[in-house]
């Protein structure tokens, strides 16, 4: 249920207050209070060339919103790279962290283990 209260001088203005009541529901944007959803692998896992100190690994992360917009994608690895990290690492593991941003600034992260092993 809509309640208006207004103050009506003319039947023109109740007609245009009338009609806003109606579309209002359906042109208002809604705030955006959800966070993106974030989809990251639990952890990579490599092997390294014989002789080698590293490893080569790409990682894959996507997102969505619940709003339909575009997400940003960021990590603490590669600026350039966002929702996808392919690089050498060391042997051991290495933890990059995504952040995925919607347009309302909400904020979905994860983690992700890159283990490396040497051969």
Excluded: Y
């Amino acid at each position: 249920m809509l309640r208006l209260w207004c103050t009506v001088r003319s039947s023109a203005q109740l007609r245009v207050a009338f009609a806003l009541a109606l579309i209002e529901p359906f042109w208002l944007p809604h705030a955006d209070h959800e966070a993106p959803v974030l989809h990251c692998p639990a952890s990579v896992s490599v092997f390294t060339a014989a002789g080698q100190p590293w490893g080569d690994a790409t990682v894959f992360t996507t997102a969505i919103d619940n709003s339909g917009m575009p997400v940003t994608i960021h990590n603490n690895h590669s600026e350039s790279s966002g929702g996808q990290v392919s690089d050498s690492f060391p042997i051991g593991q290495t933890v990059i962290t995504f952040k995925a941003t919607d347009e309302a600034g909400n904020v979905a992260r994860c983690n992700v283990a890159v283990f490396v092993v040497g051969a």
